[in-house]
């Protein structure tokens, strides 16, 4: 199944809207998505979006318990 770019774009909008710097984990992301009004489904959607574009390094994937995510400035 193709990833719609779409979602990875309401993720960076969120992200960039809400300021954020350093790393977070999915759930994190998940929430700033509804506090922003952006029904995403649930972290895991998120983490699977996240991960697809860690593979072209679009995004960087923290192994832990839970994994955490950092997407870097786009303007560098």
């Known amino acids: 199944m ?10 960076l909008t969120v992200l ?6 350093g790393t977070l984990t999915a ?3 998940c929430d700033l998505l ?5 029904a995403f489904g649930s972290a895991h959607r998120v983490a ?9 390094g679009e995004v ?3 192994q832990g318990q839970p994994y ?3 997407v870097p400035d786009r303007d560098n």
């Open 2 to 11: 193709a990833m719609r770019e779409g979602e990875f774009g309401r993720i």
């Open 34 to 38: 509804e506090e922003h009004d952006e």
């Open 60 to 62: 960087e994937v923290i």
């Open 48 to 56: 699977t979006v996240l991960g697809r574009r860690a593979q072209s």
């Open 27 to 29: 759930r994190e992301i």
């Open 16 to 21: 960039e809207e809400a300021d954020v710097n």
């Open 68 to 70: 955490r995510y950092h």
